[in-house]
């Protein structure tokens, strides 16, 4: 009789029931949770930049909302979120299981396969003598219990790490293999040149919006139908040709490409490259094996993350030194030697060459601050923190999460700055080669004498 005569005093004050897409439209704004990490939703300089954090905005320009993000770095805090009604949808970025019944998925808007990451010499077929972890407890659970069931003693860690960390113990040796999309793994290959992908699902599986079970559509419905106007536009394809399509090609041995592009792209750019150097005590060839990592001496390139130009400069290196138009080359080199100059008078002096050059490249890639975490880490674990082989064996930690408390700076892909090293001492001995001159006592740099230190690993490049 209460239940009654509760219902007709709101039918008397004029109460109405909102859908869930009703209360999205009320407050004018679409609350979505979306996974923090590399090609999904990640911080670059002063900009934000991932191919799910570009489909949120386009959602919500399409829907006609404002969109709040909660970004979220570990995976099952983020689908607790999603069961408990405190975000409207989410964004995980991972592969969406059909048998799965956690929640509800919208269309998808990308497809990509299930596997296992591993070193690239790695043989062992005895998958019950593996450690593996997991990326993403909920969707890769059915793949877990698969494997567990088919390899009883096999040990496998539901983490909440995400691929960068993942990728960094099996380069660590604390784990042999990581169950993930390859997806990510693309995106951290390049960073991981010794590991390879072996799939484990025949066909791709989809990567989707995931919603609460409920049964009220009406979010889900204007969401997808939002989708199938992105697709049609064209506008998806395109962010996964920008965020993905330069991780399909990947060229181990890239001498002959660099070898023609000194032919054909370096003369255009080599007195500049001349020029900056003697003005900032460099040595050109240096300055050009920098700048052919950053951008293969395009001058129009332009990285998913807004960096661009032949130096690859971002907008606040830019302002600090003086340039206003990043994709004009003399400007570019003008910044990028002025910088990597810089850095390198940021060294302590006590470090010698070959060391402190190197360590103001992996400055110019990771940033000043992260070098420096590196280096303390290095020396806590009673390594030198002067010489590059102990620093570059620790910059990886960078991406664990353990080692963060004893970092100034936090989190940075550290094994980013170790290839980006080695590409460019490969790159500088062949122009060493290609260009053999007198060095010069003025210079700040040690150029000829530098020594080639063994590394691990093949050569990662881009394709031309």
């Not at 750019?269 to 900056?276: N, V």
């Not at 900032?280 to 700048?291: F, K, M, N, P, Q």
């Not at 390594?383 to 590059?388: C, H, K, L, R, T």
């Amino acid at each position: 009789m209460l239940l009654l005569a509760g219902i007709g005093f709101w039918v008397a004050t004029g109460f109405s029931w909102h859908n869930h897409w009703q209360r999205v439209q009320a407050r004018d704004t679409l609350i979505i949770a979306i996974r923090e990490t590399d090609g999904v939703y990640v911080q670059y300089d002063q900009t934000m930049a991932g191919l799910e954090y570009d489909l949120a905005q386009l959602l919500g320009q399409q829907l006609g909302l404002e969109v709040q993000l909660f970004a979220v770095s570990d995976l099952p805090d983020l689908y607790r979120a999603l069961a408990a009604g405190a975000v409207d949808m989410a964004l995980t970025g991972t592969t969406y299981n059909a048998s799965q019944q956690d929640f509800t998925p919208g269309l998808p808007y990308l497809m990509t396969r299930v596997g296992l990451a591993r070193e690239m010499a790695s043989t062992a077929p005895e998958l019950d003598q593996q450690r593996i972890a997991t990326l993403d407890p909920v969707s890769h659970g059915g793949l877990s219990d698969r494997l567990t069931k088919d390899n009883p003693a096999l040990d496998i860690k539901l983490t909440s790490a995400g691929p960068a960390e993942l990728m960094t113990r099996i380069d660590m040796g604390e784990l042999d293999m990581a169950l993930l999309d390859e997806r990510d793994f693309l995106v951290m290959r390049p960073f991981f040149p010794n590991q390879r992908f072996d799939p484990l699902t025949e066909h791709p599986r989809p990567i989707a919006p995931l919603f609460r079970n409920q049964r009220d559509r009406s979010l889900i419905d204007a969401v997808n139908n939002a989708l199938r106007e992105l697709e049609q536009t064209e506008l998806i394809p395109r962010l996964e040709d920008r965020y993905l399509g330069h991780t399909r090609d990947f060229d181990y041995v890239g001498n002959l490409t660099f070898e023609r592009h000194i032919g054909s792209r370096l003369p255009e750019f080599e007195a500049d490259f001349r020029e900056q150097a003697d003005l900032h005590g460099l040595d050109w060839r240096l300055l050009a094996a920098v700048a052919y990592q950053e951008s293969h001496w395009r001058r129009n390139a332009v990285s998913p993350t807004g960096v661009r130009g032949l130096m690859m400069v971002t907008l606040t290196t830019a302002r600090e030194m003086g340039i206003d138009n990043r994709l004009d080359p003399r400007q570019s080199i003008q910044a990028g030697s002025r910088y990597l100059a810089s850095l390198h008078r940021r060294i302590p002096e006590r470090i010698q060459e070959p060391d402190r050059t190197w360590m103001a490249l992996a400055s110019y890639n990771v940033g000043a601050g992260h070098l420096e975490d590196a280096r303390i880490i290095t020396e806590t674990l009673g390594d030198d923190p002067d010489s590059w082989i102990d620093v570059r064996r620790h910059l990886p930690k960078l991406a664990l999460k353990e080692w963060h408390p004893y970092t100034r700076f936090g989190y940075a892909r550290g094994r980013e700055p170790v290839v980006y090293v080695a590409n460019i001492r490969r790159y500088y001995n062949v122009l060493l080669r290609a260009f053999p001159e007198q060095q010069s006592e003025a210079g700040v740099f040690v150029t000829d004498r530098l020594e080639t230190l063994p590394m691990p690993g093949l050569t990662v490049t881009p394709g031309p």
